[in-house]
């Protein structure tokens, strides 16, 4: 067993270049925003460079109540569409018109108004089954 562990101690082992720590003196720029979104070129740009810009997205969650998604859903089939295009195209038009946006905040601070109670009423009865 001590031959073998000799043998070991004694191996050379490979030699690698040591490597350049050096720091690059060009920072990136970070007075952009994170939050800006490219601007979409008008259609027949869009058309020429739909193969040079590749499309970011990020996943997310949708929690929709039964109805609505089915709804939703059902427009979507009929145009031949994804349920998160649409909702894309929603928010952009909505974006681009404040009246349409007032409208859709106020029915969503309504709708939000509603869900917290529900969530709230829930939560109460999970306690009280807990700690009865």
């Not at 569409?81 to 195209?89: G, Y």
């Amino acid at each position: 067993m001590s031959d073998a562990l000799e043998r070991l101690k004694q191996r050379s082992r490979p030699s690698v270049k040591s490597r350049d720590t050096s720091l690059d003196s060009g920072s990136p720029d970070t007075s952009i925003s994170r939050n800006q979104e490219p601007q979409i070129p008008n259609n027949s740009e869009n058309q020429a460079t739909i193969s040079f810009q590749p499309l970011q997205t990020k996943q997310s969650t949708l929690r929709l109540e039964q109805g609505v998604s089915s709804r939703l859903q059902e427009v979507c089939r009929e145009n031949g569409i994804c349920r998160e295009v649409l909702i894309e195209a929603m928010f952009e038009y909505c974006e681009a018109n404040p009246e349409f946006l007032s409208a859709v905040l106020s029915e969503a601070i309504t709708k939000n108004d509603y869900r917290q109670q529900v969530a709230n009423m829930r939560r109460a009865k999970s306690m009280m089954q807990k700690f009865s």
